[in-house]
């Protein structure tokens, strides 16, 4: 607790976060590349969805990502929200663009994936309603926390919404289990052994291994973008910006 608070202040987190950005954003390289090789070139076709399933590759990461991120978002909106910690609000905000873009991804490549499968683009079952919605709770946490011209405001503001939208993220990933929808269930479960091919696993797996670096890299790059923006009038910016610092 002691190291999380001293970290909390932004100018000790800018210089800790800045060096492993280059690291981030070339292991997401590689690990995306590698996924989508296995995915793509090495993985077997399905015996039931031929090529068309290969879409998984994109589609399962960005659906879980979509989920996660909105929940770290809640994390950090309650954080601000409990501790008035101005860096939480602004990870808060920085988590909210790249969870709609995982979102807007996932129903995308949804609708891509159902017009062969089920022979639809879109049906209003629970997994996909819920997972709309979430859209749209992002969009909503986004135009609160840019809608005011107090940025305490408008953390405030977009850090509520957060939190209550929280609630639609377990009923998406229950959605199968409570409804009857179109959508399967889940492939991998932490109770059983996962039901796939080991190539089609592996390509998923690090897949979502690249995803996972990718939020990270451009959470942290947002996040020191906004302390840029919202702390460029404290005492220590100037020594951010020396070249120790870079």
Known sequence: M???TRYAAPARFAPLVRPWLPWLWAACLV???AGLAVGLVLAPTDAQQGQSYRILYIHVPAAWMSMLLYLVMAFWAAVGWVWRVRLAFMLARAVAPTGALFTGIALLSGALW???TWGTWWVWDARLTSELILLFL?????SLFDGFD???RGDHAGALLAMVGAVNVPIIYFSVVWWNTLHQGATITATSAPRMDPAMLCGL?????ASWLYAIAVVLTRTLALIGERERDR?????LSEPDHA
Do not use: F
């Open 2 to 4: 002691r190291h999380w």
């Open 235 to 239: 005492h220590w910016m100037p020594a």
């Open 150 to 152: 107090d940025p305490e």
């Open 138 to 142: 992002y969009l909503g946490c986004l």
């Open 31 to 33: 690990s995306a590349l």
């Open 114 to 116: 159902g017009q062969p």
């Open 205 to 209: 797996l690090l897949c979502t291994l």
